[in-house]
């Protein structure tokens, strides 16, 4: 079956821009999560949603990154006002619920110029 | 805070002999994951560990967790270029939601 997918595989962006990275999680999983993953490093934690609601989002690095998952599908990673230091791979998970395991996307690589 | 180291960070195999990598972790946890990373790809899931003792394996690999020492091994049994890739574990804290937190990953390098 279809697995978690991503888009863009690709965003190069300019510095002070917004962007908008999109996941589809595979059909019928409830949980969702967002993680960077920064060159040479393991992923990082930024957003986890049960159904439409964030059930944490503590991982999230500040008030420029919000995410959204409107019909308890489709989740949305939204960065405003874009630093280099962003630049990064971001990585969508979804699970069935939250007590299984995580099947990870392909991830979007973002750079920021 | 939890955290998670894995060591060594790069191990360079010879072909045909046997190694194991290592995941330590710094507080209560429900559950162990073992992923794997080729360079550019996403993270493939190698192995859950659920319970103190906990022993699984696929092909070459053998995964195993001792919970009271937080401590997690991955057993490599006559390597093969095949396996050339970097492992992560990555464990949830216990009592919580399943967010993970990753170690650094163990790159291993295969030589003939």
């Known amino acids: 079956g279809a697995g978690v997918s991503q888009t863009p595989s690709n965003k190069v962006t300019e510095k002070g821009k917004y962007v908008e990275l999109r996941c589809d999680p595979i059909?019928?999983?409830?949980?969702l999560y967002w993680y960077r993953q920064s060159l040479g490093q393991g992923p990082e934690f930024l957003i986890y949603?049960?159904?439409?609601?964030?059930?944490?989002d503590s991982g999230l690095p500040n008030d420029r990154f919000f995410a959204v998952r409107p019909e308890g599908s489709v989740s949305t990673l939204k960065i405003q006002r874009t630093e280099r230091g962003d630049s990064a791979v971001y990585l969508c998970?979804?699970?069935?619920?939250?007590?299984?395991?995580?099947?990870f996307g392909p991830g979007t690589r973002l750079t920021v110029l | 805070e939890l955290k998670v180291e894995q060591n060594p960070l790069f191990l360079s195999m010879q072909e045909g002999k046997n190694y194991t990598i290592y995941c330590n972790y710094s507080?209560?946890?429900?559950?162990l994951y073992w992923y794997r990373q080729d360079p550019g790809k996403s993270l493939e899931s190698l192995f859950v560990?659920?319970?103190?003792?906990a022993v699984k394996q696929e092909g070459r690999l053998m995964a195993s967790l001792d919970t009271k020492a937080r401590l997690s091994t991955l057993h490599i049994t006559a390597a093969v270029h095949d396996l050339s890739a970097t492992y992560f574990c990555?464990?949830?804290?216990?009592?919580?939601?399943?967010?993970?937190?990753f170690g650094k990953g163990i790159t291993l390098s295969v030589r003939p």
């Open positions: 998970a979804s699970s069935p619920n939250s007590y299984n395991e995580q099947f």
């Open positions: 059909s019928g999983h409830t949980a």
């Open positions: 949603f049960q159904g439409t609601g964030a059930a944490d």
């Open positions: 507080t209560t946890s429900d559950r």
């Open positions: 560990l659920l319970s103190n003792g």
């Open positions: 990555a464990v949830n804290s216990a009592g919580a939601n399943s967010k993970l937190t």
